[in-house]
């Protein structure tokens, strides 16, 4: 069983910057695939960004891609994503997901493991 808690969102003006953290407690973490959906009311969840085991692979969805960065530090148990460069549609709720192995990292049905959630808001 893996718990993860989200934090670091809030309100930036559109070009700004913010930076969210996922920390993880309870099974290894450093097997763990970790990953970033986001989601908007009365849409579906949508892959941000992912990250490999050893943080040797990152993926991104195109919008976000040059913008924002995913990384992780194993010791601390905690995944980083940093936005920089942020839209107004960058608005939504951010939520981490993590998986062993999964098969498909961009898909939120492959993950068993969630945090709750964090509102990044963008004003134009």
């Known amino acids: 069983q893996v718990q993860l808690v989200e934090s670091g969102g809030g309100l930036v003006q559109a070009g700004g910057s913010l930076s969210l953290s996922c920390s993880a407690f309870g099974r290894s973490f450093s097997a763990i695939t970790v990953a970033w959906f986001r989601q908007v009311p009365g849409k579906e969840r949508d892959f941000v960004t992912a990250i490999s085991w050893n943080g040797g692979a990152t993926y991104y969805a195109d919008s976000v891609k040059g913008r924002f960065t995913i990384s992780r530090n194993n010791d601390k148990k905690t995944v980083f994503l940093q936005m920089s460069s942020l839209k107004p549609e960058d608005t939504a709720v951010y939520f981490c997901?993590?998986?062993?192995?999964?098969?498909?990292?961009?898909?939120?049905?492959?993950?068993?493991?969630w945090g709750q959630g964090t509102q990044v808001t963008v004003s134009s």
């Open positions: 997901a993590a998986q062993y192995w999964p098969s498909a990292f961009g898909d939120p049905n492959e993950y068993d493991y």
